[in-house]
């Protein structure tokens, strides 16, 4: 349901340029660099601590891995993968809104879909 929840407010992020139709001109080359090394390091920092969770979760040595402590792992590895996806969705929302066209913010709302899918929950089994 979470998952969903956030799938749902990218494409929120486009109704609101939508309705707020913000004009283009000219943004900072500084500001997109910036917005762009943050993007990658928010999605490098975010691949790698829900990698850590997921495994940390698979591995918990419990006889039900869908209670207690795997669960907890489990459910804060998904939640951080999205809302790692979901910032960089938000950068790009960011541009568009201070006036940068789809040729540069564009980009950053694919990276966050893209993102959003890969990061799907998978049931924890444990092995």
Known sequence: ???AAFLTTWFLFLVVLYVVKPPEWAVSP???TALAIAAAAD???GFTLRK???DAAAATPSG???SGP???KWFLGNLTGFACAE???LFGLALKLQGAGWKVAGPFFAA???TLLWCNPRLLRSA
């Open 87 to 89: 910032a960089v969705t």
């Open 70 to 72: 795997a669960l907890q």
């Open 112 to 114: 966050g879909l893209l």
């Open 64 to 66: 039900d891995p869908d």
């Open 52 to 54: 850590t969770l997921l």
């Open 43 to 45: 999605l490098a920092i």
């Open 30 to 32: 500084t500001l997109v």
């Open 1 to 3: 349901m979470l998952f």
